[in-house]
């Protein structure tokens, strides 16, 4: 198709070449043409710019070609010596649309008609490539099919849907965008103005990269994306949201780490006495009762979806504290142990609890981690 064009590109040009001589006034004997390399357009949908290769026989000095378009969806970008560049819009239909277009010239006798056909609403307008991922960050590529499109890249914790409820994507576009409309109020800014400075931080248009650090890690994120634009305090979406979901891997577990686990129980007072095995680090103890998600019923193995929640609970904890000034040996002394311990914890009479106990650590003062898979016991 390329080399088509480059072809039916020569012919116009040579036309012109035939043709070129301008007359400053019109002869209705011979009047002005309008020659195009084709007169129907077939158009994705996403739109774009689309060039129409022409020549005009009997030019007319000062004269120009004008563009007569029923429809919004297109539009004249520019004319050059050799082209006319239109302009058509993305689809936001689930069909197929036509447009009848006309260019008219002084003293032609017809107009020129070309129409133009554009398949339906593109639903993958954007693609997401995971360039890098570990326990604690991942760097996402964006790959918006059109480059000149602002959009919006981002990416949450998949936990926020499941707590919030929100099923309407457009309802969170709506909670997104007003909470930064309130950032934008509260510094004295509209919201166009404030998406601005944080362009290319969060707006970008074309492919882009953003790497997320502090990550949780055995967690599940949406990567999405939207199209917008902003004008003043208001927005315009220009395509629906696109997400991909990706999940965090755990750290690498240290191998041959075990913690023998015993109790003592006298009414509510148990004593758990935990010597660990093959490791002198930290470690952590949670306590699950027989109500709780993570109490699994005598004979069921945990799974690894289990551990993962486990490690998922510790390291929020571990990231309340340091939010709160703790650094991380400060928490790991205040809420977790190390060597042999006899622990004395009061209990409700008449339930049944498990005790999990795993290995936890902090590499360069960053949140501490799960490095065991944990070791349990029921009371």
């Given amino acids: 198709m390329l080399q088509l064009r ?47 290769f022409y020549a005009v026989k009997n030019s007319v000095k000062g004269a120009s070609i004008t563009l007569k378009s ?19 819009k993305s689809s936001n239909i689930d069909e197929e649309r036509f447009a009848s277009i006309s260019f008219e010239y002084p003293g032609m006798e017809k107009a020129v008609k070309v129409n133009i056909l554009q398949d339906k609403q593109l639903h993958n307008k954007f693609k997401f490539e995971t360039v890098a991922l570990d326990y604690k960050s991942c760097t996402i590529k964006y790959i918006p099919t059109d480059k000149n499109m602002p959009y919006m890249a981002n990416i949450i914790d998949a936990e926020y849907f499941k707590q919030s409820g929100v099923t309407d994507l457009n309802i969170f576009i709506d909670t997104e965008m007003a909470n930064y409309r309130s950032i934008a109020d509260r510094n004295h800014m509209t919201l166009e103005e404030l998406m601005g400075r944080v362009s290319p931080q969060l707006i970008y248009t074309g492919d882009a990269e953003r790497s997320f650090e502090g990550m949780k890690h055995g967690s599940k994120y949406v990567v999405y994306s939207y199209g917008i634009t902003f004008k003043g305090n208001e927005y315009t979406v220009t395509t629906p949201m696109h997400q991909t979901m990706i999940e965090l891997p755990m750290p690498d577990m240290y191998q041959n780490i075990s913690f023998n686990i015993s109790s003592q129980v006298n009414g509510a007072m148990s004593i758990i006495t935990i010597t660990p095995n093959g490791w002198d680090g930290y470690y952590n103890i949670q306590i699950a009762p027989d109500d709780s998600l993570y109490y699994i019923v005598p004979g069921i193995n945990p799974t690894d979806g289990l551990f993962r929640n486990i490690a998922s609970a510790f390291y929020d904890q571990a990231r309340r504290a340091m939010a709160s000034g703790a650094t991380a040996e400060q928490f790991l002394r205040n809420s977790c142990y190390s060597g042999r311990q006899q622990i004395n914890i ?30 349990y016991h029921y009371l």
């Fill in 70 to 88: 029923s429809v919004s969806w297109v539009s004249l970008k520019t004319i050059t010596s050799t082209a006319i560049v239109l302009s058509v």
């Fill in 6 to 52: 480059k072809f039916v590109l020569l012919l116009v040009s040579s036309v012109a070449l035939m043709f070129g001589c301008q007359k400053s006034e019109i002869d209705p004997s011979n009047p002005p043409q309008l020659i195009l390399d084709t007169y129907e357009l077939y158009v994705d949908g996403g739109g774009g710019d689309i060039s129409l």
């Fill in 346 to 375: 009061q209990l409700d009479a008449g339930r049944k609890y498990m005790v999990y106990v795993f290995a936890v650590e902090s590499k360069n003062g960053e949140i501490p981690v799960m490095r065991s898979n944990p070791s």
